[in-house]
């Protein structure tokens, strides 16, 4: 299994009237053949400005500052509108959170299917006929062969969400960005589409770089997540690292918020303050502020990553041999073993 | 006043007819209460008719069926009384999910917070005013500089704190919480789940707590009741609900929420629900401790 995705200290930039706004900063990461990788963050933390750079897809006044984006070995980081859309659909695409604005409203899904078949390849409309109905039958929808032909306000949301991944996956594209899928679905809604999307993984091989911001649904579909923090990778490490030793602050703060983890009867440990501003981001580490553990090097040097272990690393002072030993919560071991249980 | 009952909810029924040959049955029989300084969750899909509860016990639209009481008044009849009407409109606050919607882009905070206050004729000074939403920003985590500002100059989570702010500005009896969460981003959840939970447990405020989340529900609420499709199938304390489920729908429902826990998410057996409440002649089955299953 190779690298099919790889970014080389990334860093997007948005030009507004206020100044210069950096989304993404400095971001390194790769993602392998076949694996699902969850990005993390709370609203504005550069998640979608990260993988929307890498489709091409962002507005006008945005650019990459630095930095190299690599797919499947080849860098795309200078590529046109032109040669994307050879890439777009074949290699990357991708589902956006809410179907609805997704899928055109008066035509039918399948034809919206074909119409992604008949504008890359060479096929006759049977043809693509074929393989619209072919796609609606592997994401799940029943009848496939009837149902083609509906126009979306037939369909529920979740059905709706099932559509929008069958014009995504239509020409097997090998890495899929989901960008909050499910957050508009309800939770049983929910749990269908991600077992769905861990079957289209180990059946069809995808890759796929899903967004959330919810951490049970990453809990449940990420082989690897990385957290991001004011457009910065802060933490990354399988799934089974993260949740169950997390070594960044930050990472800390976003599990120790979750009503699920909480005792009733004690009050939720929220993370004082509010996210930087990305216009004039902080010198060092732009989550000292808002951490309790925040050491006086974070606030004058920014952290770089250090390797917890081959596949776990975070970007924190903490892991510096000089700093403090001290005693991260432990909420999360005994919620494990109560579910154990 | 009947004993310590806030509102009462007596076989609610609210249908709504699309065409001659169509009626879409939103909320179908249900029956609850709610005692004072109790948190009463509503947990259930979206299209289950939780929102339209709310809708009805404020009076946005008169029920179908049934009947609505609020401390020992009727209040779900068309000819309720002035007094009465005042009343409700007094003690009865609602917060929506969207404060980007709900609250008026034209008027500050001081101005959105204050008016409920300012027409029930309970606070009647600028003086006064000035110095009471000082007092509830502060309470709610927002400090005296967010007076002047106007909703779009303010982040989600300060704009729902806002929307707190100005619901419990006339010390209602009881608030009715309309997905008041499921917008904000889980950090600033954690804060406003907080400030939920200060005011039940300091303030004794009632709530009623409609949410499709049901880790939050779970840590907020007293009681639940799970709806599907317009009925409540299944309703009880929250730890009974949460350690017994009985309905197959609630089984269902419990085994759909995400953990946090990798190793635990992966080995999670999904429990479908494919059966249907619409079975009319059903009725709530009393499995003591005040856990009712719908059979």
């Not at chain 1, 504008?119 to 083609?148: C, F, T, W």
């Not at chain 2, 447990?201 to 709530?207: G, K, L, N």
């Amino acid at each position: 299994m190779g690298a099919l995705l790889e970014l080389e200290h990334l860093s997007v930039s948005f030009d507004t009237p206020k100044g210069e706004v950096q989304a993404v900063r400095d971001v390194s990461l790769t993602v392998q053949e076949g694996e699902i990788l969850a990005l993390v963050g709370e609203s504005g933390c550069g998640k979608t400005v990260m993988s929307q750079s890498v489709l091409k897809l962002l507005p006008g006044n945005s650019r990459i500052k630095s930095g190299k984006i690599l797919v499947d070995g080849t860098d795309i980081t200078d590529y046109k509108e032109k040669d994307m859309r050879n890439l777009r659909g074949t290699t990357l695409s991708m589902v956006f959170q809410d179907p609805m604005t997704t899928l055109n409203p008066t035509m039918p899904v399948g034809k919206q299917i074909m119409e992604a078949v008949l504008k890359h390849e060479r096929v006759s409309r049977e043809e693509a006929k074929r393989r619209a109905v072919e796609m609606l039958d592997l994401v799940g929808i029943e009848d496939a062969e009837h149902r083609y032909m509906l126009q979306p306000h037939y369909f529920s949301g979740g059905m709706r969400q099932r559509c929008v991944l069958a014009i995504a996956l239509a020409l097997k594209p090998r890495l899929l960005f989901a960008d909050e899928p499910t957050t508009a679905l309800d939770v049983t809604v929910q749990a269908k589409i991600l077992d769905l999307l861990l079957k289209l993984k180990n059946k069809l091989g995808l890759s796929i770089v899903f967004i959330s911001h919810d951490l049970g649904v990453v809990a449940k579909i990420a082989d690897r997540v990385a957290v991001m923090y004011a457009g910065k990778l802060v933490e990354v490490g399988k799934a089974e690292e993260v949740f169950y030793d997390p070594r960044h602050p930050y990472t800390w703060g976003l599990l120790s918020a979750l009503p699920s983890l909480a005792k009733k009867g004690e009050g939720l440990k929220c993370i004082p303050g509010m996210p930087p501003m990305l216009l004039d981001p902080p010198k060092g580490d732009a989550f000292a502020v808002r951490n309790e553990f925040a050491l006086a090097i974070d606030y004058e040097e920014m952290p770089p990553m250090f390797q917890v272990s081959p596949t776990h690393s975070a970007a924190t002072w903490l892991l510096d041999k000089r700093a403090p030993k001290i005693q991260p919560p432990q909420i999360f071991r005994e919620e494990r073993a109560a579910n154990e249980r | 006043m009947k004993d310590n009952r806030i509102l009462e909810v007596k076989d609610l029924k609210q249908h709504f007819q699309l065409r001659k040959d169509y009626t879409v049955k939103a909320v179908d029989g249900i029956s609850f209460e709610i005692k004072k300084g109790e948190v009463f969750g509503i947990v259930g899909e979206s299209g289950s008719g939780k929102s339209t509860i709310a809708r009805t016990i404020m009076g946005v639209y008169p029920p179908t069926e049934g009947e609505v009481w609020f401390k020992g008044r009727k209040i779900s009849d068309k000819k309720i009384s002035a007094v009465d009407k005042k009343d409700v409109q007094k003690n009865m606050q609602i917060i929506f999910q969207d404060s980007a919607a709900a609250l008026n882009p034209r008027m500050t905070a001081e101005e959105i917070i204050a008016e409920p206050a300012v027409v029930n004729h309970v606070w009647k000074t600028k003086k006064q005013i000035h110095e009471e939403v000082q007092q509830l920003l502060s309470y709610v985590g927002l400090d005296a500089s967010y007076c002047d500002k106007y909703p779009n100059e303010l982040s989600g989570g300060q704009r729902q704190r806002v929307a707190i702010a100005r619901s419990i500005s006339v010390k209602p009896d009881l608030i009715l919480a309309d997905e008041p969460i499921a917008s904000l981003d889980i950090s600033i959840q954690a804060q406003i789940i907080n400030l939920f939970y200060h005011l039940k447990e300091e303030h004794r405020s009632t709530f009623l707590f409609i949410a499709h989340d049901l880790s939050v529900v779970r840590y907020i609420s007293d009681r639940i009741a799970v709806m599907y499709q317009g009925k409540i199938v299944e309703m009880g304390r929250t730890e009974d609900i949460f350690h017994d489920p009985l309905h197959a729908y609630t089984k269902s429902l419990l085994s759909a929420i995400p953990v946090p826990d990798p190793v635990f998410e992966r080995n999670k057996k999904l429990l479908e629900y494919g059966g249907t409440a619409r079975h009319d002649n059903g009725e709530m089955k009393d499995w003591g401790n005040g856990h009712f299953v719908y059979v």
